[in-house]
């Protein structure tokens, strides 16, 4: 959205606010877990359809997700916001090259899974169901899908799991909303609407929700890969999640910002993945 729109909406939410401050935030929930990119484009289908497609169910959803078949280990990708399997293109084509059963899904009303809202949590839930079925041996996570394959292995304790991958993945849930909030210009009836709304959802404060705090019970061997220079995800969220994992290698880039789509990232993963 351009800033003036932007503008716009924090504004009127912030009118609304005074009228129903429940409304006005759950308007604001609405939107921030709404995507409005990251559905498959036209130019993404050729590349996708080289792997062979399967639908999963979790709840009412319909997760889709990608193979492409190899002999050696299986490896599951998980992507970030508004974005979906395509964006691991450059990667899966190394993984392939290496003989690596590989596996992506698309995150709720992301790609072709269907849906029309997205959370960090609910994407966890479809982390499992895909893990279920297919039993990874290493996870790489993108971004928010960093965060989910977290919350996935704090709460699922996978002992199959052996190796996971978390690439500019975000620690705290109060700092996305916080960004969120100073994005839009929200007040402060708004800002505690969205923590009232979490907690009436999961009977949890957005403060509980940290993957640094949820690091301290994972005892995979864990890689984080973090540009000094995000400027999506701050370089201290990585350092937070680091500083509680008991096996962890951390290494930091500069210049590769959040995508971190970079051949030197990928033999960082490639070196952690066959040590």
């Known amino acids: 959205m351009s800033n003036s729109i932007i503008k716009i909406i924090g504004n009127t939410l912030n009118a609304v606010s005074f009228v129903s401050k429940k409304y006005a935030s759950k308007k604001a929930l609405d939107l921030f877990a709404t995507p409005r990119q990251g559905r498959i484009l036209e130019n993404q289908k050729a590349f996708l359809e080289t792997s062979e497609a399967f639908q999963l ?7 889709s997700t990608y193979q492409w078949k190899g002999d050696g280990k ?16 450059p990667l899966i084509t190394i993984l392939k090259t290496l003989n690596y059963n590989i596996i992506s899904l698309d995150a709720p009303a992301h790609g072709n899974t269907s849906g029309k809202q997205f959370n960090a949590i609910l994407y966890s839930e479809c982390i499992n169901v895909v893990s279920d079925y297919f039993k990874p041996e290493i996870i790489i996570g993108h971004s928010v899908g960093g965060m989910a394959s977290g919350f996935y292995q ?19 849930f109060t700092g996305v909303f916080k960004r969120y909030v100073g994005l839009m210009g929200y007040n402060k009836r708004i800002e505690h609407g969205l923590n009232n709304l979490v907690f ?11 993957l640094a705090n949820f690091a301290k019970t994972i005892d995979t061997k864990t890689l984080i890969v973090h540009d000094i220079k995000d400027r999506v995800i701050p370089y201290n969220d990585a350092e937070m999640i680091a500083s509680n994992l008991k096996n962890v290698t951390f290494i930091s880039t500069q210049g590769y910002g959040h995508s971190l789509q970079n051949k030197v990232v990928y033999n960082h993963v490639i070196d952690f993945i066959q040590s």
């Open 200 to 210: 009436k959802r999961y009977n949890q404060q957005p403060s509980y929700f940290s």
């Open 74 to 89: 299986t490896i599951l990708l998980a992507h970030g916001w508004e974005s979906n399997t395509y964006r691991w293109q």
């Open 154 to 172: 704090k709460n699922y304790q996978n002992k199959d799991l052996k190796k996971l991958i978390l690439l500019g993945a975000p620690s705290e």
């Open 57 to 63: 169910k979790h709840e009412d959803l319909n997760i």
